[in-house]
């Protein structure tokens, strides 16, 4: 049974940083991609930004580029998310997906087959 399971979330104020972690287990993702959404109370889930296991390669939401950063673990199957200068519309449900249809580090959320229970994080303002 594939499993990912998201931690790191709290309340943090405005400005501050928070690292979000999802460890996957029962299956390897090692060759394709995993991603970050969130979901704001009363919006739709979006993408925040995804990894390229094998190359690295990463992508970002607009929003959050040169703020967040996404990183594979040293084990496999394990993704961060450091979110930095955090801002109040940063506040949401964080899910970790994988996605075993594409290597590309794609932001269309159809294509990821796993997603974690989710985080809550809330910046303060």
């Known amino acids: 049974q594939v499993q990912l399971v998201e931690s790191g979330g709290g309340l943090v104020q405005a400005g501050g940083s928070l690292r979000l972690s999802c460890v996957g287990s029962?299956?390897?993702?090692?060759?394709?991609?995993m991603g970050w959404f969130r979901q704001a109370p009363g919006k739709e889930r979006e993408f925040v930004a995804a990894i390229r296991w094998n190359a690295g390669i990463t992508s970002y939401a607009d929003s959050v580029k040169g703020r967040f950063t996404i990183s594979r673990g040293n084990a496999k199957n394990t993704v961060y998310l450091q979110m930095n200068s955090l801002k109040s519309e940063d506040t949401a449900v964080y899910y970790c997906?994988?996605?075993?249809?594409?290597?590309?580090?794609?932001?269309?959320?159809?294509?990821?087959?796993?997603w974690g229970q989710g985080t809550q994080v809330t910046v303060s303002s």
């Open positions: 997906a994988a996605t075993t249809a594409t290597r590309r580090a794609t932001s269309l959320e159809a294509a990821y087959d796993y």
């Open positions: 029962g299956r390897t993702f090692s060759s394709y991609a």
